[in-house]
C-alpha cells in the first residue's frame, strides 16, 4: 500500500466521509463486482497486502448518472479484471473502503473517476 | 366618452384583472434545462466563515454520515437541496414555476399568484415557496420546512423553527443562470448561511432518471 500527496478538488460531501487530504494505492487487483447505481457507484476487488494475504476493498465511485455523463459507463468493469493501480482517498471509518480518483488498467488506459477532468483516457492517446 | 376617458377606463380595468387574478407576470425567461456549473464546494461557504451558535455547534458536532437523508436515498428538499451537481429544468406557468431537478426527481413548485402557505400546510422536506420578481430577478421565499433536514452535507444543521427560511434570488444573464441563497435559521446560526449555485443554458440537455437504491449509501 502506497501513499501519495493529493491535492483534492471539492465535491460534494466528500470530505465528510473521506480524507481527501490524502491518497492510497493499491496495486494489482481483481474486480470482484461493479454496480453502477445512484445515489454512488461501487466497486469491489481484492488484490495481496504487504504480507500476502489476499484482502477486499470497496470503492465508491460517483453516482450513475454523473458518471455515465463523463462516460464512465456500467461496462467499465467487469468482474475478474485486472487492474494495474487504483488510487483513492481512505474513508475515514477505518473500514477497508475508499472514495475511488483514478485506475490505470491493465492495457495502459487510464480512468480519472472524480473532477472535472473526469474521464477514460485510452493509452497511447494522452 | 371622450379618448382620454376611454384610456383611463381601460388603465383601471386592467390594473384590477391583474390585482384580482394575483398573476406576476414573468420579467425574464428561465424556461428550459440548464446544466450546473456551480462554484468551487458546490458553492457553500468555506466552513470556518459560518458562525453557529452554540446550539447550532452542538448540532453540527453530533452530525454523522447516517444522519445523511441523500444516503438512504431520501429526497434532499430545502435548503440541503438548494444546490447539486445535476441539471434543472425550469417550466415557467402564469401561477408557478416549477423547479424539476434530476437529482432525487425533487419537484418544487413557486407560487407566483400572491397566495400565502394555508394553515393547514404541514412542514415538509421541501417546504412552501412562494415567489415574485424583482426587476429580473426571481425572488424565492420558503417556509414551513422539516426539522428533519440540513444546510449542507457536511453537518450544517436546520432547526425547522417557525422563524426560519430561506430566500433565493435567480437571475438570468445570457445563457448564465446565478443564484444566491440565504438560510435565515436565528436558533443555529449568528448571520444568515449563504450559498451560490451557476448553471449553463443547455438547449440540448437532458434529464435523466435517478433511481437511489439505499445499500449503495457508500457510508461504511
Known sequence: MLFIGFSATAHHNG???????????????????????????????????????????????????N???????????????????????????????????????????VAQITGRNAGVVRAGTE | MNPVGRIGLIVTVTAVAIHFTGVAYAQADFEGIWNPQHPPRMGQPDPASVRLTPEGQAEYESYGPDKDPTLRCLMPGIPLGLVDPYPLEIVQQDHQILLLYEH????????????????????????????????????????????????WTNGFPYSGDEDAYVIERYRRDGDELTFTGEVHDPRYYEEPYVVNGRWNFAPDGEIWEYECIPEFGGIQ
Open chain 1, 15 to 65: 470530505a465528510t466521509y473521506f480524507d481527501i487530504s490524502t491518497e492510497l494505492e493499491h496495486s494489482d487487483a481483481t474486480v470482484v463486482s461493479y454496480d453502477l447505481v445512484n445515489p454512488h457507484g461501487r466497486l469491489v476487488y481484492v488484490f495481496m497486502d504487504d504480507e500476502g494475504n489476499e484482502v477486499e476493498w470497496r470503492a465508491e465511485l460517483p453516482s450513475a448518472n
Open chain 2, 104 to 151: 432525487f426527481h425533487q419537484v418544487r413548485r413557486i407560487f407566483m399568484d400572491g397566495r400565502e402557505a394555508p394553515d393547514h400546510w404541514l412542514p415538509s422536506i421541501g417546504g412552501y415557496s412562494t415567489g415574485h420578481w424583482e426587476g429580473e430577478t426571481l425572488v424565492v421565499r420558503t417556509t414551513l420546512m422539516s426539522p428533519d433536514n440540513y444546510t
Open chain 1, 67 to 109: 458518471a455515465r455523463r463523463r462516460g464512465l459507463g456500467g461496462d467499465l468493469f467487469r468482474p475478474g479484471d485486472r487492474l494495474t493501480a487504483l488510487t483513492g482517498s481512505p474513508s475515514r471509518s477505518g473500514a477497508n473502503f475508499m472514495r475511488l480518483t483514478r485506475v490505470l488498467f491493465a492495457n495502459g488506459d
